[in-house]
């Protein structure tokens, strides 16, 4: 028995015909005619020795042998998809699609894309907000910025920033709830977000941490970052807020830190592509880019005592 494949054309009409398990929509997606492709599934067949459809009156089965033949025709047509899409995107130095966690893409990225443009005008920024675990091969994206522990395999990982957090509330608030003695009676806003991670970085910790009674049960509670900054930037209360998201606001003087101590997170940003891709100049480009900007907001932590949340009893 010969190994020799059909032809393509002929492969891939099944493939889709096996997927929808309709002729006429495989036909439609492949823009041909249902006889078309009915001849080309009948061409298979006879190369095959035996037939993989069985033919209803409106409706479609799969034989055993095609049951047996759809699951490696589907992967080895995804697996082309996949080369083909990526090698495209090598030829593309033009438009980098970066992918982050909304909180990040909110008070981070968007903000700095005009600086971004004005620094590189021939990249085009596309971004994707969104925590999912990101398949480089399927999702088009070149570049991921994620938030956690690390332990990624496979692929270009490298830590932006060591992640801190302090009290921040506004200056209208800092001047009623800006000292050790009177936070205790401020109104308190939680950021859930890194509860998922086993080393607590919350407000128990913080005021252990800083020898304050604080009762941390009350307060309102969100489990995206960027809204607790934006509850606290309201003046909704105190938020023990993440530096690298709030460095705009701080900076601006929406919202200012009085406390000189920090807890450093367990998690922190990292800067994820593809292995290799690292050197690409516009992943260069961006990566060179967002260094720097990082840079500028470590003057948040001068004069400030930064313990590891790990540490504190």
């Not at 995107?89 to 968007?110: E, H, Q």
């Not at 969104?130 to 395999?153: H, P, T």
Request: charged share 20%.
């Amino acid at each position: 028995m010969s190994d020799r494949l059909p032809p393509l054309t002929a492969l891939r009409a099944f493939e889709a015909a096996a997927r929808h398990m309709s002729f006429a929509k495989a036909a439609d997606e492949l823009n041909v005619t249902p006889a078309a492709l009915s001849y080309q599934i009948k061409s298979l067949e006879a190369d095959l020795g035996t037939p993989v459809f069985i033919r209803l009156n409106r409706a479609v089965e799969l034989t055993e042998a095609g049951r047996a033949l759809t699951p490696g025709v589907h992967d080895g047509f995804a697996a082309i998809t996949s080369a083909w899409r990526n090698t495209r995107r090598l030829s593309d130095n033009t438009t980098l699609t970066v992918t982050a966690g909304p909180a990040f893409t909110s008070k981070w990225l968007a903000p700095r894309l005009f600086d971004f443009a004005q620094a590189h005008p021939t990249i085009e920024l596309r971004f994707s907000a969104s925590l999912r675990l990101v398949d480089f091969d399927r999702d088009e994206v070149d570049v991921a910025i994620r938030f956690g522990l690390g332990g990624y395999s496979g692929v270009y990982s490298e830590p932006l920033v060591s992640e801190w957090v302090t009290p921040m509330m506004t200056p209208e608030m800092a001047a009623n709830f800006g000292t050790k003695e009177t936070i205790t009676n401020a109104p308190l806003i939680h950021d859930d977000s890194m509860d998922a991670f086993k080393i607590t970085c919350d407000w128990a910790k913080w005021a252990r941490a800083a020898k304050v009674d604080i009762d941390p049960d009350h307060g309102a509670r969100f489990s995206q970052a960027d809204h607790a900054l934006d509850a606290a930037i309201a003046g909704a209360g105190v938020v023990l807020g993440r530096v690298s998201l709030a460095a705009r606001a701080l900076a601006s003087g929406r919202l200012v830190a009085p406390f000189d101590l920090g807890l450093i997170t367990p998690a922190q940003f990292r800067f994820v592509c593809p292995q290799g891709n690292e050197t690409r100049p516009k992943v260069k480009a961006f990566h060179d880019w967002l260094l720097d900007e990082i840079n500028t907001s470590k003057s948040f932590a001068e004069g400030r005592t930064l313990l590891h949340a790990a540490d504190v009893e």
